[in-house]
């Protein structure tokens, strides 16, 4: 299941639920900022958007879809993978 999120720098925002998994990727965006550290990432923030940290509901992305919140996030170079709870 795919989702796409037009930000702002007109940015094509890709959210993918990984089938079986409780992970959505992220992707679509090459300038971005984090904070936290290296190992705790509490949130991620491309240019043009969206901002996502813990907590967030992705879940929002997709519709009909239900909570699909942010538990942690793991910036892996041009893919994000969120780690969601629903």
């Given at each position: ?25 992220m992707s679509g965006f090459t300038y ?34 239900p909570k699909m919140i942010v538990s ?7 893919k994000t993978v969120l780690i969601i709870?629903?």
């Amino acid at each position: 299941m795919k989702a796409t999120y037009y930000n702002r720098d007109g940015d094509n925002i890709t959210f993918e639920k990984i089938h079986n998994t409780n992970t959505v990727s992220m992707s679509g965006f090459t300038y971005y900022r984090t904070g936290g550290d290296k190992h705790n990432i509490e949130f991620i923030d491309p240019a043009g958007g969206p901002f996502i940290q813990i907590g967030t509901d992705v879940g929002r992305y997709f519709d009909g879809e239900p909570k699909m919140i942010v538990s942690s996030i793991i910036n892996d170079g041009p893919k994000t993978v969120l780690i969601i709870k629903m």
